[in-house]
């Protein structure tokens, strides 16, 4: 069974930063692209950040500039450095990610984020 966990999310200050970590567990052996979503309070999911096998990211235009997304495949883990932090990024993250041939994803349980004065 394969198993993504998160973490390193919490309460953080307008401005402030925070890294948000993923790593899988179980039978997951070629991942393909990572990806990060988060879901605020009454809003739909959206996709925050991707990384390609290759190490091409893309990211929400709310959030270029400001985050940062990279992999480690050895540990097979995805990271989300979120720097600038506004209160509208407060949400719940959750990790992505699919096998290389795109026929599977998993997703992470999600880790809260909150950013409040």
């Known amino acids: 069974q394969v198993q993504l966990v998160e973490s390193g999310g919490g309460l953080v200050q307008p401005g402030g930063s925070l890294r948000l970590s993923c790593a899988a567990s179980?039978?997951?052996?070629?991942?393909?692209?990572m990806g990060w979503y988060r879901q605020a309070p009454g809003k739909q999911r959206e996709l925050v950040a991707t990384?390609?096998?290759?190490?091409?990211?893309n990211f929400a235009d709310s959030v270029k500039g400001r985050f940062v997304i990279s992999r480690d495949d050895a540990r097979r883990a995805v990271y989300l450095q979120m720097n600038m932090l506004k209160p509208e990024d407060t949400g719940v993250y959750s990790c992505?990610?699919?096998?290389?041939?795109?026929?599977?994803?998993?997703w992470g349980q999600g880790t809260q984020v909150t950013v409040s004065s």
């Open positions: 990384i390609t096998r290759a190490g091409t990211s």
């Open positions: 992505i990610m699919k096998t290389f041939s795109g026929s599977s994803s998993y």
């Open positions: 179980g039978s997951i052996y070629i991942i393909g692209s």
